[in-house]
């Protein structure tokens, strides 16, 4: 991939690590083409005070303490404080059961959605919110400043399953069904939107033998991504039958640094947010007017990924990893 020109993109993780969160925030913090300026956590894989936790040990690895870590939500956008924690997928630490330390760093003393609001604000259009996690802190922002969906330059979230099964249940996808009424608030905000769905992430695949490339690497992040990676290759095994891992966070981050890696469709997404398909992402394409003025009517389009070029992106991730 050639550099970018001129200024590195800004990019604010929103993120619940995680380990494919791990990954993706690594592939970050190794691609010239953008600057992270920021971390803000939320809950999902973990619960938030996890996340921040192990949003700071993370950056202590990498050894990017510079970079500021903000507190998300800990309760949905209607303020349930039912949340669904998918630590069965990442180990009841987020990170593969490692038993880390406590990071020494604390978070800012700001809200993940005032750091949004500020840093959009600071940097209009220039600001790329990567969202990894249920869309809370991103519709908080939202709600918060009417000028955010304007300012801010792009949200690129992973999420929705689109016009495949969801994985959380046939119909809805993790961070979709972990907050539906945030997600339905950023799909319908006017915002510059890309979704990047598991329609698309389950064609990114880490195989046992790009495992063994990534131990082939006696690079730090390697090294510490295939400890954390055993527990997440056992969970694949156990749901998909697999021999390998999804990596959805890893996809979605690269296909913000390189929109070049996907191709996409645009129209209006809208998020069912009760009953049977609770979390359920729907397309509507545009290409009839129906006759009806409903919930669908004059709302604003966003960018869908359809095709991903999986090689690439599996090659980008090992390339930064292994540096
Ligand atoms: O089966 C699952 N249930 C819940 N969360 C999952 C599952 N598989 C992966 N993820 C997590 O949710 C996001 C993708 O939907 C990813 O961040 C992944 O780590």
New binding site residues.
Partial sequence: MAAAAGEPKKIIIDT?P????AMAIFVALRSPEVEVIGLTTIY??VYTTLATRNALHLLEIADRTDIPVAEGSHVTFTNDKKL?I?D???GADGLGNQNFPPPEGKPIDMSATDFLVEQANLYPGKVTVVA??PLTNIALAIQKDPSFVKNIGQIVL??G?FAVN???NPAA???I?GDPDAADIVFTSGADVLAVG?NV?HQVILTDSDRETLASSNGKFAQYLLKILEV?FN??RD?YSTKGV?L??PTAMLAAINPSLITYVEGAVRVQKNGITRGLTLLYNKQKRFAEITEWSDQPSVKVAVTVDAPAVLKLVLERLME
Avoid at 18 to 21: A, E, L, M
């Fill in positions: 619940d995680g380990i494919d969160d999902g894989n669904r998918a069965f997928v990442h990894l996690g992973l999420g399953a969801g994985n959380v996808e993790a961070n069904f598991i992430t997440y969970y694949h749901a999804y959805h966070d």
